[in-house]
């Protein structure tokens, strides 16, 4: 159907949705005449869309679905023909709404800045939605429609644009017929209308407040979402938080913070969602229940791997207009056990040895924000440490040779890969026959790092990621052993992670590499005197460190539904969005 093509992005998907409006599949909601930035275009509305064309016959026809439409409202506002005329005059509509926005919230908290978040109880109910604005401040005889709208650029990128559309100076009840209609089908969308919003004031530059603030909130109010914000007071304040509230009341969890705290918030949505499923989490063998609220995370940490990887970007924007749009992915999540009890949930990468290292050395240096990873990295790099253990691999049936995949091949997973969207019936045989037909590969030795990726993990610091090739919801994971070498060559093979769009880590004698469900590891036993538990390393789990060291870690494949649609590769956006003078 067409109204199915507004859920689709990508240019070529664009495309053939327009085309089937070309054709006559729908019907047109409302036709109109309007200025666009001086030209004359007519603008034709249907139940997935929206089509621009100019007067001319051969003019080329433009197309943007609904879904992308953040706002409609009516306009008053005096401009001129050129972005940078002066003397120009926003309507009283306009100046409302953006004075709204700045604020953000109502409540306890009468003005809000930087300092004043939150209020006293650490949190703040925003129950003003901009549909009750629009009625409220609607111009009487406003001759213009303004459309917000979320706007594709570079290669994985949105943004927010303002465009004008002018009517005529006594086509007052027509721009209140587009604004009516326009806004009924943005409620007909499944979108969420309520969230509530972790803040976690402490992790990365200690941004995460002042990026809410500015860049988040007014874009959550434009689109009419309520938001319940709570900014968290210690470490497990958020889990703590999920535990207790009726999450029933809200469309989606979202975390404004680095990896460390979106491990914390996906910690307690899934530890809920098996609580009220009345499953046993301590059992590293029960099959866990998906959880049933969306999870959305806005950037605001060091390394943002999860971001990075399902959006491509480190945006906040881009992060909030995906929210606002509904997007949605499904992702594996890992549960970690150790001794038959829980330890925590991964969905991002799981490290033991150099990588464990260097988080737990850094803890010493945080006043130096994220540089301390490169300090702590040079220091544990020098020490040269390796660390005895048994790492043991489910694989399949075919003798001891692991999961077929090629870890330095070019393959890529993007939004819409057909190897992540398999239908659930598959899914279901699939899970029967891991059960079935499986082996375990033992490997015992001398390891410099072991590596557990969910996902590539792309950041600023690896530009494809520890694991270019690994899938967001395959159902496996790829394990990374670096067994002993030399310091050159393990210096060969940290510069390969750095480089990995261009250079492959995978290529050296002494980095193995399997695509599993399951992974085990027992260190060596600890013999000295004291126990001073040197000759073990720490595992760090997205930026957290784990006190335990044996492990059994196990993928569910598509456990968490995530506000995004996976890297969107872009080659161009014809989206017709000229920026508006008073915007």
């Given at each position: 159907?067409?109204?199915?093509?507004?859920?689709?992005?990508?240019?070529?998907?664009?495309?053939?949705?327009m085309e089937?409006v070309r054709?006559?599949e729908?019907?047109?909601?409302?036709?109109?005449?309007?200025q666009?930035s001086?030209?004359?275009?007519?603008v034709?509305?249907y139940k997935?869309?929206?089509?621009?064309a100019?007067?001319?016959?051969?003019?080329?026809v433009?197309f943007?679905?609904?879904?992308?439409?953040v706002?409609?409202?009516?306009c008053?506002?005096s401009?001129g023909?050129?972005?940078?005329?002066?003397?120009?005059?926003?309507?009283?509509?306009?100046t409302?709404l953006?004075n709204?926005?700045s604020?953000?919230f109502?409540?306890?908290t009468?003005?809000?800045?930087?300092r004043?978040l939150?209020?006293?109880?650490?949190?703040?109910?925003?129950?003003?939605?901009?549909s009750?604005?629009?009625a409220?401040?609607?111009?009487?005889?406003a001759?213009s429609l303004?459309l917000?709208?979320?706007?594709p650029?570079?290669?994985?990128?949105w943004?927010?644009?303002?465009?004008?559309l002018?009517?005529g100076?006594?086509d007052?009840n027509?721009?209140?017929?587009?604004v009516?209609?326009?806004?009924?089908l943005?409620?007909q969308?499944?979108r969420?209308?309520r969230?509530i919003?972790f803040?976690?004031p402490f992790?990365?530059?200690k941004?995460?407040?002042?990026i809410?603030?500015r860049k988040v909130?007014?874009?959550f109010?434009?689109?009419?979402?309520?938001?319940?914000?709570?900014?968290?007071?210690y470490?497990g304040?958020?889990k703590?938080?999920l535990?207790e509230?009726?999450?029933s009341?809200?469309?989606?969890?979202?975390?404004?913070?680095?990896?460390?705290?979106v491990?914390e918030?996906?910690?307690?949505?899934l530890?809920?969602a098996?609580?009220?499923?009345?499953?046993?989490?301590n059992?590293?063998?029960?099959?866990?229940?998906?959880?049933t609220i969306?999870?959305?995370v806005?950037p605001a940490?060091?390394t943002?791997a999860?971001v990075?990887?399902?959006?491509?970007?480190?945006?906040p924007?881009?992060?909030?207009?995906?929210?606002?749009?509904?997007?949605e992915?499904?992702?594996?999540?890992?549960?970690?056990?150790?001794q038959?009890k829980?330890?925590r949930?991964?969905?991002?990468?799981?490290?033991?040895?150099?990588f464990?290292?260097n988080?737990?050395?850094s803890?010493r240096?945080?006043?130096?924000?994220?540089?301390?990873y490169?300090?702590?990295g040079?220091?544990t790099?020098?020490k040269?440490?390796a660390?005895?253990?048994?790492?043991k691999?489910?694989?399949?049936?075919n003798?001891s040779?692991p999961t077929?995949?090629d870890p330095?091949?070019?393959e890529r997973?993007r939004?819409?890969?057909?190897?992540c969207y398999?239908?659930?019936?598959?899914?279901?045989?699939e899970i029967k026959?891991?059960?079935?037909?499986n082996?375990?590969?033992?490997?015992?030795?001398?390891?410099?790092?072991?590596s557990?990726?969910?996902m590539?993990n792309?950041?600023?610091?690896s530009?494809?990621?520890?694991?270019p090739t690994?899938?967001?919801g395959?159902?496996?994971?790829d394990?990374?052993?670096?067994?002993q070498?030399?310091?050159l060559?393990?210096?060969?093979f940290?510069?390969?992670i750095?480089?990995?769009e261009?250079?492959?880590?995978?290529?050296?004698?002494f980095v193995?590499?399997?695509?599993t469900?399951?992974?085990?590891?027992?260190?060596?036993?600890?013999?000295s005197?004291?126990?001073s538990?040197?000759?073990t390393?720490t595992?760090?789990?997205d930026?957290?460190?784990?006190?335990?060291?044996?492990l059994?870690?196990?993928?569910?494949?598509?456990?968490?539904?995530?506000?995004?649609?996976g890297?969107?590769d872009?080659?161009e956006?014809?989206?017709p969005?000229?920026?508006?003078?008073?915007?």
């Amino acid at each position: 159907s067409t109204v199915a093509a507004a859920n689709v992005l990508c240019p070529a998907k664009r495309n053939q949705a327009m085309e089937k409006v070309r054709q006559g599949e729908g019907d047109a909601l409302l036709v109109s005449d309007f200025q666009i930035s001086g030209k004359k275009r007519r603008v034709t509305l249907y139940k997935n869309g929206i089509i621009f064309a100019d007067e001319s016959p051969n003019a080329r026809v433009e197309f943007f679905p609904l879904r992308q439409l953040v706002a409609a409202q009516p306009c008053d506002c005096s401009i001129g023909p050129l972005p940078c005329r002066k003397g120009r005059q926003h309507c009283g509509h306009c100046t409302s709404l953006q004075n709204s926005a700045s604020k953000t919230f109502t409540g306890s908290t009468p003005c809000l800045n930087d300092r004043q978040l939150l209020s006293e109880n650490g949190t703040i109910k925003g129950a003003v939605s901009v549909s009750c604005l629009v009625a409220e401040r609607t111009p009487l005889q406003a001759s213009s429609l303004r459309l917000h709208v979320a706007k594709p650029v570079w290669r994985h990128s949105w943004t927010l644009q303002s465009l004008l559309l002018k009517g005529g100076p006594t086509d007052h009840n027509l721009i209140r017929e587009w604004v009516t209609v326009l806004q009924r089908l943005i409620a007909q969308l499944d979108r969420p209308r309520r969230l509530i919003v972790f803040v976690n004031p402490f992790g990365g530059r200690k941004k995460a407040p002042s990026i809410y603030l500015r860049k988040v909130a007014p874009i959550f109010k434009l689109a009419g979402i309520s938001t319940e914000v709570i900014q968290t007071r210690y470490s497990g304040h958020a889990k703590e938080k999920l535990l207790e509230v009726d999450l029933s009341e809200f469309d989606g969890v979202i975390c404004v913070g680095g990896d460390g705290m979106v491990n914390e918030v996906i910690n307690g949505v899934l530890l809920r969602a098996q609580i009220d499923a009345g499953i046993e989490a301590n059992d590293a063998r029960s099959r866990l229940h998906p959880a049933t609220i969306k999870v959305g995370v806005i950037p605001a940490g060091s390394t943002d791997a999860l971001v990075c990887t399902t959006t491509g970007e480190n945006s906040p924007v881009t992060s909030a207009l995906l929210i606002v749009m509904g997007a949605e992915v499904s992702v594996d999540v890992a549960s970690i056990h150790s001794q038959e009890k829980l330890v925590r949930y991964s969905l991002g990468f799981l490290s033991y040895g150099f990588f464990g290292d260097n988080i737990k050395s850094s803890e010493r240096y945080r006043w130096m924000g994220p540089l301390r990873y490169n300090w702590s990295g040079w220091q544990t790099f020098l020490k040269h440490k390796a660390y005895e253990g048994e790492v043991k691999v489910l694989v399949k049936k075919n003798g001891s040779v692991p999961t077929p995949y090629d870890p330095t091949g070019k393959e890529r997973c993007r939004a819409g890969c057909d190897v992540c969207y398999k239908t659930s019936s598959k899914l279901q045989q699939e899970i029967k026959e891991e059960l079935e037909n499986n082996d375990v590969v033992r490997v015992q030795g001398q390891f410099l790092s072991i590596s557990c990726a969910l996902m590539a993990n792309r950041c600023a610091r690896s530009s494809a990621g520890v694991a270019p090739t690994a899938h967001l919801g395959n159902g496996v994971m790829d394990v990374i052993l670096v067994t002993q070498c030399s310091r050159l060559n393990f210096l060969k093979f940290l510069l390969a992670i750095a480089k990995s769009e261009t250079r492959s880590p995978f290529k050296y004698p002494f980095v193995h590499c399997f695509r599993t469900s399951s992974l085990e590891f027992v260190p060596k036993a600890d013999n000295s005197p004291q126990g001073s538990g040197k000759c073990t390393s720490t595992w760090q789990c997205d930026g957290e460190l784990l006190s335990e060291s044996a492990l059994q870690v196990r993928c569910h494949r598509q456990l968490l539904r995530l506000f995004a649609f996976g890297i969107e590769d872009r080659e161009e956006c014809s989206m017709p969005c000229i920026p508006c003078p008073c915007s």
